[in-house]
């Protein structure tokens, strides 16, 4: 490299021995390269040159004062002069030496941008020492500003001038080996701050390059590239993600740093449909760590609020939980699971709930989405058949009727279900099993021994949660005098009735017309009994109108002349319309459509109906138009030692216990 020659000249009376530092100086100055100089000769320089300021500084007067900092002056230009030349050839130095290979070709950099600084540094200490005094002088005649201050970015600044496009690609390379690996943070924030400071420090504009304009575009593609799998430690990841850029980028404005945030979040947190996905998956994690998930959700919150998503956040929060708490229910997660799953619901709204503008969007959305009859009713639904199967399932003593009535409550609040699960309850736990099994259930609810899990259950919702629920009340008391009057009519309690008022059978049948039935005399006599004797204990004023019977809502148990694999006779469990049809059947063995169409006055409808169950069991044989008697029958394989079966309407024979 030519260095260019450096002369210091002081024009005057020379004071003590000046003129002689002065012509060492200048002769050291003009021997020395740049690039080869140590760090012991600039200091003896820097000697010389404070000796030179300090043996004129006082005598000198004021006109050669003037001319000493011109020469100053003079002598960093040329000094400024030689280290852009220096500057210039390493830049020069790296393009000749490229390979192509990115990464090679980074590692290049490196080791020329830091061989480029460790030279300045060395020459740092002349530059602050001419600069002394100067700084006046240098703003006043249009010369940089701190040559000092600025000799960190002199590589930089020649590599701008003559190779932006590669420095760029460089810049950009520094981050991809940032995120890939945090090892190389630091030096890529380093480089990215230079480039940075360097920017905002030029004396000429470089047009088109702008650090916090590519780190912007850069990022954006990066977010796009993400691929983050939805799940508890997505929000984990992402957050990663966001503190290694914050650290890359340290030295950029605040303004920059956020909106690349607000970047990451929207190609990813963001991105269509995965906020949704993230959400449910926490809410869904109630076996996970809740202090772990609560700070998970929160900080969900608070981003998504950030984000402008707030009202997606509250949508896929309430849609979560009823999502989270159906699935249970359908999956019959246990009575444990479940308890679980409802204290991390009452967890997660208690902690979101803190946010007083949230808490009125969410009440009004929450109460929305639960008093939609489908949400509601579907859940209360799956509660009382789980429920259902836990009674059945209860004969080895293992229902814990407590538990499962706190439970109840819980949901019922937490949900807003009280009308829903009521019903739910009372018509699928209850009133059908009552209507279908009659009497034997009746005597089985009522259990003097001890109560059973079904009385368990509606006595602690009755006095425990919901106390003066009328309609609790009214079917437990409506069943409590089916079973009193059924006790004193032994002669016709194989009819099994079971007496509701309008109001409960509501709960189970809304008929648009009764249906019509003559029923045979056995049956009307039978009933007969039963009515009167009913109405007999009553007042009739209080009744508006006389009992009813709802055919397709009455158990008859006919004793027929089959014996089971158990040596007992075979009970059938009917309905009224298919134990008027069967009956007909005493009398005569076949019967035409229109025999029995005479006989038993059903609307065609239920008469095809209630034959072709028959027909299905195996009961009645068909021919053309014609019905038989099967006096082969054989009933389906019996458990548990039972003896009777219930014919359902599509003629499927059900064991009972």
């Not at 709204?349 to 949230?358: A, I, K, V």
């Not at 099994?437 to 949660?465: K, N, T, W």
Request: glycine share 4%; proline share 3%.
């Amino acid at each position: 490299m030519r260095q260019m020659d450096l002369k210091i000249e002081l024009h005057g009376t020379p004071q003590s021995n000046s003129n002689a530092i002065e012509d060492d100086l200048t002769a050291k100055l003009n021997a020395l390269q740049v690039d080869n100089a140590t760090i012991d000769e600039v200091s003896s320089l820097c000697n010389m040159v404070s000796q030179f300021k300090n043996s004129t500084s006082r005598t000198r007067p004021k006109k050669l004062r003037k001319r000493l900092s011109s020469s100053g002056r003079d002598a960093l230009r040329l000094l400024d002069l030689n280290l852009d030349s220096y500057a210039s050839n390493m830049v020069e130095k790296f393009g000749n030496q490229r390979s192509g290979c990115l990464d090679t070709d980074y590692e290049l950099f490196r080791s020329v941008d830091s061989a480029s600084q460790q030279t300045f540094m060395v020459w740092l200490p002349l530059l602050r020492l001419l600069e002394e005094d100067e700084s006046t002088a240098l703003q006043a005649n249009g010369l940089p500003n701190s040559l000092s201050r600025k000799v960190n970015f002199r590589f930089l600044e020649s590599m701008l001038r003559s190779q932006a496009e590669l420095l760029k690609t460089i810049l950009e390379h520094s981050w991809k080996l940032a995120r890939d690996e945090d090892v190389f943070i630091a030096e890529a924030r380093k480089l990215t701050t230079r480039i940075h400071e360097m920017l905002q420090n030029l004396e000429w504009k470089a047009s088109k390059f702008s650090v916090e304009s590519i780190y912007l575009d850069n990022t954006t593609r990066f977010a796009s590239t993400l691929t983050l799998v939805p799940a508890t430690s997505f929000l984990t990841q992402i957050m990663e993600v966001i503190i290694t850029e914050q650290k890359i980028t340290s030295g950029l404005s605040w303004n920059a740093r956020e909106t690349a945030r607000l970047k990451i979040l929207e190609h990813t947190l963001f991105r269509p449909g995965l906020l949704g996905e993230l959400i449910r998956s926490l809410v869904g994690d109630y076996c996970g760590s809740w202090d772990l998930n609560q700070a998970a959700i929160k900080n969900l919150q608070d981003l998504a609020q950030i984000g402008g998503n707030g009202d997606v956040f509250l949508n896929e929060i309430i849609v979560g939980i009823y999502n989270t708490m159906d699935q249970a229910i359908l999956q019959r997660c246990g009575l444990p699971a479940l308890r679980k799953l409802i204290k991390y619901d009452e967890e997660i709204l208690r902690l979101l709930l803190q946010d007083l503008d949230f808490k009125v969007e969410f009440e009004a959305s929450w109460g929305t989405h639960c008093e939609s009859r489908i949400y509601a009713t579907k859940m209360a639904t799956g509660i009382s058949k789980w429920l259902n199967e836990e009674f059945r399932r209860s004969l080895n003593g293992s229902f814990n009727g407590k538990l499962w009535t706190q439970n109840i409550a819980r949901i019922t609040e937490l949900f807003g279900l009280q009308e829903t699960i009521i019903t739910a309850f009372l018509n699928h736990c209850i009133i059908r099993r009552s209507i279908k099994e009659g009497g034997a259930f009746l005597r089985y609810l009522f259990d003097p021994v001890s109560p059973v899990p079904e009385i368990q259950v509606l006595d602690g919702l009755l006095c425990e949660h919901f106390p003066g629920e009328c309609q609790l009340k009214s079917v437990r008391d409506s069943l409590l005098t089916s079973l009193s009057i059924q006790q004193h009519l032994d002669s016709s309690s194989w009819l099994g009735l079971v007496f509701l008022s309008e109001k409960d059978i509501e709960l189970v049948y809304k008929p648009d017309s009764v249906t019509p039935v003559r029923l045979p005399k056995s049956l009307q006599s039978s009933w007969d009994n039963v009515s009167g004797r009913y109405l007999s204990d009553q007042n009739p004023a209080a009744y508006k109108k006389k009992l009813t019977l709802i055919p397709m809502l009455n158990t008859v148990e006919l004793q027929m002349p089959f014996i089971c694999s158990n040596s007992k006779p075979l009970v059938l469990q009917l309905n009224l319309l298919q134990a008027s049809v069967l009956m007909q059947f005493d009398q005569c063995n076949n019967l035409s459509f229109q025999d029995l169409l005479d006989r038993t006055e059903i609307d065609t409808f239920h008469l095809q109906m209630s034959l072709q169950s028959l027909v299905n069991t195996g009961l009645l044989l068909q021919k053309d138009n014609h019905y038989t008697f099967n006096d082969v029958f054989e009933p389906a394989k019996l458990t548990n030692g039972s003896n009777i079966v219930r014919v359902d309407f599509r003629g499927y024979q059900r064991s009972r216990k």
